[in-house]
């Protein structure tokens, strides 16, 4: 390696070091986009409907807001009690749940194998979920970092839902030119991919929410809105979330020594409305998703997780459906679908004696054409790339 292939490896690790010590500003980043992203959609439509570009921002911005002002002064204080009287009832659950186990133990019949002694399990157990959840709402707590986060996210949001196709065009210039109408047909895949799991994953977490706290309210458990509430967030993290959202009412389930079928019922209940979710809603709803396979889901959650920490996780699910798109879009329809495809001939000679290139895959075809003046800038076109792209 030369001196300059030395530089730029070192400039290379450099930024790579930049961009990782920025990590969660980034990630912030890309929620804002998500948000302007489902924003966008709703805006599209209303100026369908005839109106115009600011005005529509003007309404989807106040509605938003308006929704949020309710939210946070209606919701989210009787949530917090509940919540805290939730956290507060966790040792007490954990205590009911390890003496029903050993009354089960000390009546299990001989013939059966013997269950293992979980109680002393259950004993280490409890101090750690009540230190785990009381930290939970520690974090939730401070205002402080979360405010001036979601300020920012916020403030991301708008100025992306002004003007987004000027954004657009800064990223797809950050590209060669040969390869700028590639990228943004990517980012249009990318785009509907992002509004089609937004307005999913909105809908089934509402219908959670709704089902959860119906079902609570009819087997009479406490605390029902907490309960409703943590099922329809913790929908939002796929394969964790739902498994998590079950132990809160069970654990309140198990206080109440009159009905201990409750408990039961409850985690029945939740059984249904997944199954429900799983087979008949979810398919409806996010038939034009990009679908992602179990096993890709939990490893994106595990992998996003352990580099991002809790954002990670809240936002591996779309992270993994941009990731998707990108790998059907570039690494296989770009790289790998013309990897032992034969390929037309790399130089022609016209008539009047200009040379042409060709290749055999459309997305990335270029040619010269005979009158062009090769000095041209090519960021000077009305769609990136244009000049130098044809099309498919």
């Known amino acids: 390696m030369n001196l300059g292939q030395w530089l730029g490896f070192i400039c290379l690790i450099f930024a790579l070091y930049i961009l990782w010590q920025i990590r969660q500003i980034l990630l912030l980043a890309f929620a804002a986009v998500v948000l302007a992203t489902a924003m966008n959609s709703a805006v599209r439509r209303l100026q369908k409907s005839g109106l115009n570009r600011g005005s529509a921002v003007l309404l989807t911005v106040s509605i938003t807001i308006l929704f949020f002002i309710l939210f946070f002064l209606i919701v989210v204080p009787p949530f917090i009690e509940q919540f805290q009287m939730l956290v507060a009832l966790l040792p007490s659950g954990l205590e009911r749940s390890r003496q029903l186990l050993l009354v089960v133990r000390l009546n299990w019949p001989s013939w059966l194998p013997a269950l293992p002694d979980i109680s002393n399990l259950l004993q280490d157990l409890q101090p750690i979920v009540t230190q785990v959840f009381g930290n939970f709402y520690a974090i939730f707590s401070n205002s402080l970092s979360a405010a001036v986060q979601m300020l920012l996210v916020m403030i991301l949001t708008l100025m992306m839902l002004v003007d987004p196709l000027a954004y657009r065009q800064v990223f797809v210039r950050l590209f060669p030119s040969f390869y700028r109408r590639r990228i943004d047909e990517i980012l249009s895949e990318c785009e509907v991919a992002l509004g089609n799991w937004f307005a999913g ?20 458990i406490k605390l029902v809105l907490a309960h409703a509430l943590l099922a329809g967030l913790l929908n939002f993290i796929p394969n964790i979330g739902p498994t998590l959202s079950v132990i809160f009412p069970v654990t309140v389930a198990l206080l109440d020594i009159a009905a201990p079928w409750k408990a039961i019922a409850v985690v029945i209940l939740y059984l249904v409305i997944q199954n429900i979710e799983s087979y008949l809603v979810t398919p409806t709803v996010m038939a034009r998703q990009v679908s992602l396979l179990p096993a890709v889901t939990l490893l994106a959650q595990i992998i996003f997780a352990s580099f991002f920490g809790i954002l990670g996780l809240l936002l591996a699910l779309p992270l993994a459906v941009i990731a998707q798109v990108c790998i059907k879009e570039v690494l296989i329809k770009d790289i790998l679908d013309d990897w032992q495809r034969d390929r037309d001939p790399i130089l022609t000679v016209s008539p009047t004696g200009v040379s042409e290139m060709s290749v055999s895959n459309p997305h990335l075809a270029t040619e010269l054409p005979v009158d062009a003046d090769p000095q041209e800038d090519p960021m000077n076109s009305s769609v990136p790339g244009d000049s130098e792209t044809r099309s498919p």
């Open 201 to 220: 994953i909105m809908l089934t977490s509402l219908f959670i929410a709704v089902l959860s706290g119906i079902g609570l309210w009819i087997l009479g």
